[in-house]
């Protein structure tokens, strides 16, 4: 393996890791990787597989979560250009880009089909010359683009960036953006750029190029079998029913058989629907059989399952007929009835080995869900690449994860651990507590003992501390009985359906306190998925109970299936992703080679995560704490700061 790419004096284990990518991309193999903290896993990548791509003629294509992942695709590529001429592009959807949608509320809501059927109306009438059409596509299409290509070569831009100076100079950044992309080695884009179906075909069209041209990377790649799922899945809610009789209202009531109107139908859904709540809903889900809701519609409309289809398919005629009038006037073009009718007809085809069928219940929303258990669907087009690389610091067992999402049996597993000083992070767990629904349900004094916990390390250990639960529920209980702490320190919390901006508010508040403040988060949040908390800013991390998923019908199933695929149940659908997430929550607090940091879980049930985790047993987690600081922190290592050779990768 060369380093000629690579912007950096190496680290201990970013040789190998750029050998193990050179060596799978040569092979053209998947590579699965757990890279620690600290290993540099953004620029290791892009390194090894720039210099790949353009030896054969391939593109990059490296996909993210969040936009501070793609933002530091962009500064490392700015550096990788020292070495040689690279182009990359930062792509985000048009919610994100385009100005209109930016601007206008209904819009911001609308889904990446609806708004690429709302900027195509837009694009049209400029073209015919109408007023109120889009001023940034007008100016985009009749000024000259060159300089605004030499921005984007020159800098680099991440899409923040090229956004603000598109919209200065009132050109659409959305679509010069597309313009760049067959000119670009390297695109960085959101999960969804490539696992969406309808919208991976237009990329593949902008980037002028097939699949089998790409190298992939997945970047936080503990995210995607979920994602897949959650992709691959769908809803259909009582407040969608509501609204589709809305446009009835509006737009008519049409026959869609003999004697059956729209309205009729819809009405019909809907006591279906609460009639199978009674029935099956227990808690907040339940699995409903296979063949509930069309044998109901059957026998209510005196309809064959052919009819059941010829009655949806006017339903969604009817439905294209409202998304073209709203399209014509400027709104946003959703039909609640063409949705109603396209899950409807989704519904009646699914496969039962890959989906379950479901009653769903949260707050005043009840509905129905077609969950799909097999992430592997949403991931088929991984193996049509070229080569694919998934990385996180926090993948393990890398086995689950290459079969859960489909990847063949000689994918390549390995693990480059942290090369900071392991004595630097202590994690402690606290086995008089947890958790467990059973036992906090039994014992009344539970919650009490967790807060006493949190309580008397909050006034006794005086640095920044978050506090991670499992739930916001078990937040709530929780945290309303902490005690004050006796520094005062403010207190903050990741709160549900939070925006960015209030978010990104709280987040900076507290860092900006270092030490002098507490904030309560979710473990599997977003604060525990994609904020660094360098110094000062983290050196306590508290999970109060292990973020186990809730046994739901909708997990049971999950469960169900992976036992059947895979022999392994438990540890597909339970272990492996509550192991995650409580590696997340501690991976916060070390994040370069000088931070030190302790975690203290408290919940006995730690013990099973000894082989991920590795915690010790406390009677005092107070006392070790204080300890631990008051010792003096391990010198940083001479390899850290001059290029060591190291041994090849080892693949397991």
Known sequence: MTLSLFPYQPRPGQERLMDLVSSSLENRAHLVVESGTGTGKTVCALSACVEHCKARGKKLLYVTRTNSQQRQVMFELRQIRERTPVFGVALQGRRNMCPLVRTDPELSEGSPEELSKVCSERKAKVIKGEE???KYYATTISE??????????????????????CVDRTLCPYEVCKMHMPAADVVTAPYIMFFDGFIRHALMDWMACSLPDIVLIIDEAHNLPSYARELESAKLSNVALRLAGKEVDEYGDPEVSDGISLRDVLMMTEEILDRTVEEYLIDEDGIIPQSQVEEELMFRTKQTSRGIKGMLTQMSNFGEMVRDNKKLVGRLPRSYVHGTANFLTFWQGLDEGEYVKLIVEDGNSRGFEAFCLDASIACKPITECHASVHMSGTLKPLQEYRESIGLPKDARLADIPSPFPPENRLVLFVDDVTTKYDDIERDDSMVERIAGHISELVSRVHRSTIVFYPSYSLMEKISSRIGPASDGR???????????????????DFKLSKGKSLL???????????????????????????????????QRALEHFCELRFGKGWDHAVKAPTGRKLQQAIGRLIRSETDRGVAVILDKRAAHFQDTIAARRTQDAAKEIEQFFETRPSPVPIALAQKVRVKRGLEL
């Open 132 to 134: 109120e059409a889009c």
């Open 490 to 508: 403010s207190v903050y919390f990741e709160k549900r359906a939070m925006d960015q901006g209030d978010f990104m508010k709280v987040v900076s």
């Open 144 to 165: 000259d683009l060159q300089p605004v290509m030499r921005y984007a070569r020159e800098e680099l831009p991440t899409a923040e960036e090229f956004v603000h100076y």
């Open 520 to 554: 309560h988060a979710i473990a599997g949040g977003r604060v525990s998925e994609g904020i660094d908390f360098p110094g000062e800013e983290m050196e306590l991390a508290v999970l109060a109970g292990i973020p186990y998923p809730k046994p739901t019908a909708k």
